[in-house]
């Protein structure tokens, strides 16, 4: 099989010989290959590892697409990658991709999807490695700016554009495939020298379909394909093709719930015999150039069929979150990321639109930048307050730097339980937000987003605002499943309150100060107990219309708002742990939680503390104050705990 991949790369072989040398050769360190999807890039990566072997160099290949975007969850992919025992330590990782006098290549797939990761692994984590290790990073789209205009990474970097293949490059690989020459000229006239296209037409060719007609342009070539594909497939086929554009990964339950006239085993038969198909670990994926456009034309041809699709798949991306163990939480995310239809969510986690800006931790010399920007925008108050935020958090500040290196614009953002009482007594809106959530579990579990300005438009919409409120997901997946409240503000109201409302955070002003004699009205997002995995999955429900009255969510012995017990007429105090500990169990109604998840959302404290009888301690005593109804709290041998409704 190595040896075929090899062999069948047409029209790539002085890309080939480029990266071989890149990998044996002492500089640079770090090469980024990008191309327009479906030209070919990881079929280059597929050959270069076993012609790398070869040569006695170890690769350590991830594919992107198939992990959260944190560092947690990278250094882990690494770990389990190169078989050593799982860390999430960065330090720790690179340490492990050490061989002793061997070679490593260290080769990140589908990078795109790690955008929110790029500043961390171009300041962090790829600065320490060792000697003996080099890097590709393969994507869709250019490098950013950053790379090219750090210092520290100058003639240590390098990129390579991956064009489509030259008329006589198409020839000779369709020829190679026995299509006659006249035929060949004619399909690679529609496919325009595109890998994949040409992959595709081949498969419509040799199965008597007709490759005709042409795309406006080599971006749309795969569009056309994907139409004449749909044209040529009988009704079962294309509405196979059509329900999985849909999702993220096509799976068995998917397909069956989506398509219950189809088995399910014959469903993912035929989409695995699709030129634009492929196999990951969670499923069959459909290529994103052929998802979009197929999904756009379900949509507005049939927007019944669409949608009917959409719910189905709600219910069972949701079903499977509420199975999910911790450790498969990131892959129910994604799923439902992909249904959502809300594009400033979906380009949050999954950004597909290019940007010349980067955002990066604030270093001690951009403090006069963030000053002069808030000169030019804010009143002496609100500087003030501001300048307490950088003398006792300047680690909660985070720039965008534009082309040039330059701050372009910043926001500030810090866990409120990490926030210094003088800032608190110096800044009449953070006071405000923290009488709010006067427990001090609340604000652990809470994320201040104080300020985010742009040098040139201030709060009004702009590169810099859209960098900033991506680099904000990434603290989102770093905070779960803590994280309950986010809290922001804008001066103009109106600014961004529809989109705000969409994703569900509320306008919240009520006993909020005037700073400057105006106000700085506060935004509120409340995901709810299941944090930033419920805060999705219920987006997605009200969008698809499979929000339902779930009864079993509550309890009849809990009153939350009073954060007591109601037992047998009587009303039963709780300590704050005790009702954490309950809540979070009631919310997840039948379900085995385990004890390290409970710890980490009560306490905030990491997995390693799961082994102390915290737990054990706080669930006996709630069961005493439940006397009769102890019984809805059931132990699971070796997992941890499960909440049981009364009938």
């Given at each position: 099989?190595?040896?075929?991949?090899?062999?069948?790369?047409?029209?790539?072989?002085?890309?080939?010989?480029?990266?071989?040398?890149?990998?044996?050769?002492?500089?640079?360190?770090?090469?980024?290959?990008?191309?327009?999807?479906?030209?070919?890039?990881?079929?280059?990566?597929?050959?270069?590892?076993?012609?790398?072997?070869?040569?006695?160099?170890?690769?350590?290949?991830?594919?992107?697409?198939?992990?959260?975007?944190?560092?947690?969850?990278?250094?882990?992919?690494?770990?389990?990658?190169?078989?050593?025992?799982?860390?999430?330590?960065?330090?720790?990782?690179?340490?492990?991709?050490?061989?002793?006098?061997?070679?490593?290549?260290?080769?990140?797939?589908?990078?795109?999807?790690?955008?929110?990761?790029?500043?961390?692994l171009r300041q962090v984590f790829l600065p320490s490695l060792g000697d003996n290790v080099r890097t590709i990073l393969s994507s869709r789209e250019p490098p950013r700016p950053a790379w090219r205009i750090t210092p520290a990474w100058s003639g240590l970097f390098d990129s390579m554009l991956l064009e489509t293949f030259s008329p006589d490059a198409a020839l000779e690989y369709l020829t190679s495939k026995g299509v006659p020459q006249h035929s060949a000229r004619e399909l690679n006239r529609v496919a325009r020298g595109h890998p994949m296209a040409l992959s595709m037409g081949l498969a419509l060719y040799f199965a008597g379909g007709?490759?005709?007609?042409?795309?406006?342009?080599?971006?749309?070539?795969?569009?056309?394909?994907?139409?004449?594909?749909l044209e040529d497939a009988d009704a079962s086929t294309a509405q196979i093709v059509q329900a999985a554009c849909l999702i993220r990964t096509a799976t068995a339950p998917l397909m069956t719930a989506m398509l219950p006239h189809i088995a399910a085993d014959e469903a993912l038969a035929r989409l695995r015999a699709l030129p634009f198909v492929s196999a990951g670990p969670h499923g069959l994926v459909v290529h994103d150039a052929v998802r979009r456009p197929v999904a756009a034309a379900l949509k507005s041809t049939d927007p019944a069929r669409h949608q009917a699709y959409r719910r189905a798949a709600s219910r069972v991306v949701r079903?499977?979150?509420?199975?999910?163990?911790?450790?498969?939480?990131?892959?129910?995310?994604?799923?439902?990321?992909?249904?959502?239809?809300?594009?400033?969510?979906?380009?949050?986690?999954?950004?597909?639109?290019?940007?010349?800006?980067?955002?990066?931790?604030?270093?001690?010399?951009?403090?006069?930048?963030?000053?002069?920007?808030?000169?030019?925008?804010?009143?002496?108050?609100?500087?003030?307050?501001?300048?307490?935020?950088?003398?006792?958090?300047?680690?909660?500040?985070?720039?965008?730097?534009?082309?040039?290196?330059?701050?372009?614009?910043?926001?500030?953002?810090?866990?409120?339980?990490?926030?210094?009482?003088?800032?608190?007594?110096?800044?009449?809106?953070?006071?405000?937000?923290?009488?709010?959530?006067?427990?001090?579990?609340?604000?652990?579990?809470?994320?201040?987003?104080?300020?985010?300005?742009?040098?040139?438009?201030?709060?009004?919409?702009?590169?810099?605002?859209?960098?900033?409120?991506?680099?904000?997901?990434?603290?989102?997946?770093?905070?779960?499943?803590?994280?309950?409240?986010?809290?922001?503000?804008?001066?103009?109201?109106?600014?961004?309150?529809?989109?705000?409302?969409?994703?569900?955070?509320?306008?919240?002003?009520?006993?909020?100060?005037?700073?400057?004699?105006?106000?700085?009205?506060?935004?509120?997002?409340?995901?709810?107990?299941?944090?930033?995995?419920?805060?999705?999955?219920?987006?997605?429900?009200?969008?698809?219309?499979?929000?339902?009255?779930?009864?079993?969510?509550?309890?009849?012995?809990?009153?939350?708002?009073?954060?007591?017990?109601?037992?047998?007429?009587?009303?039963?105090?709780?300590?704050?742990?005790?009702?954490?500990?309950?809540?979070?169990?009631?919310?997840?109604?039948?379900?085995?939680?385990?004890?390290?998840?409970?710890?980490?959302?009560?306490?905030?404290?990491?997995?390693?503390?799961?082994?102390?009888?915290?737990?054990?301690?706080?669930?006996?005593?709630?069961?005493?104050?439940?006397?009769?109804?102890?019984?809805?709290?059931?132990?699971?041998?070796?997992?941890?705990?499960?909440?049981?409704?009364?009938?």
């Open positions: 099989m190595e040896r075929r991949a090899v062999e069948a790369l047409a029209g790539r072989c002085a890309e080939l010989e480029r990266l071989e040398a890149f990998a044996l050769n002492d500089e640079p360190l770090v090469m980024h290959i990008h191309g327009i999807p479906g030209v070919g890039k990881t079929h280059l990566l597929d050959a270069l590892a076993p012609s790398l072997d070869a040569k006695g160099v170890v690769v350590v290949r991830i594919d992107a697409r198939w992990f959260e975007p944190s560092p947690a969850a990278f250094c882990r992919a690494i770990s389990k990658e190169i078989g050593v025992p799982e860390s999430e330590d960065a330090a720790v990782v690179a340490g492990s991709l050490e061989n002793e006098g061997r070679r490593t290549l260290l080769v990140i797939d589908s990078y795109e999807s790690f955008r929110l990761l790029d500043s961390w007709q490759v005709r007609g042409s795309a406006a342009t080599r971006h749309q070539v795969l569009e056309h394909m994907a139409k004449l594909f079903d499977q979150y509420g199975q999910a163990p911790r450790s498969e939480h990131w892959r129910c995310t994604a799923d439902v990321l992909y249904l959502l239809e809300n594009e400033t969510l979906r380009e949050g986690f999954f950004p597909t639109t290019e940007s010349s800006v980067s955002v990066e931790p604030a270093r001690e010399d951009d403090g006069s930048s963030i000053s002069a920007i808030l000169q030019k925008f804010d009143g002496p108050q609100s500087r003030e307050a501001m300048q307490q935020w950088w003398y006792y958090h300047p680690d909660s500040f985070f720039v965008v730097r534009d082309e040039r290196g330059r701050v372009q614009g910043f926001y500030q953002a810090i866990v409120a339980a990490k926030v210094h009482k003088n800032v608190i007594a110096k800044d009449p809106l953070a006071a405000s937000w923290a009488r709010d959530l006067p427990r001090s579990e609340d604000r652990a579990a809470a994320l201040w987003l104080r300020r985010t300005l742009d040098r040139d438009t201030g709060e009004e919409p702009s590169p810099g605002q859209a960098a900033c409120w991506l680099d904000i997901k990434r603290t989102y997946l770093e905070l779960r499943p803590r994280l309950r409240w986010v809290y922001t503000c804008y001066c103009d109201a109106e600014l961004y309150r529809e989109p705000f409302e969409q994703l569900g955070l509320r306008l919240a002003d009520e006993g909020r100060p005037l700073i400057d004699r105006a106000m700085q009205h506060t935004f509120r997002l409340d995901m709810g107990v299941d944090s930033v995995d419920g805060w999705l999955g219920n987006l997605l429900a009200h969008e698809t219309g499979t929000v339902t009255a779930d009864a079993s969510r509550t309890s009849p012995l809990l009153d939350e708002q009073a954060r007591e017990l109601l037992v047998n007429g009587s009303r039963v105090a709780l300590t704050p742990l005790e009702f954490g500990v309950f809540a979070y169990l009631v919310a997840r109604p039948n379900k085995a939680v385990a004890r390290y998840e409970l710890v980490e959302a009560v306490w905030g404290y990491g997995k390693e503390a799961s082994t102390s009888n915290v737990v054990e301690t706080v669930v006996r005593s709630v069961r005493q104050k439940l006397g009769a109804h102890r019984n809805t709290l059931e132990t699971v041998r070796g997992v941890g705990y499960r909440y049981r409704p009364t009938i």
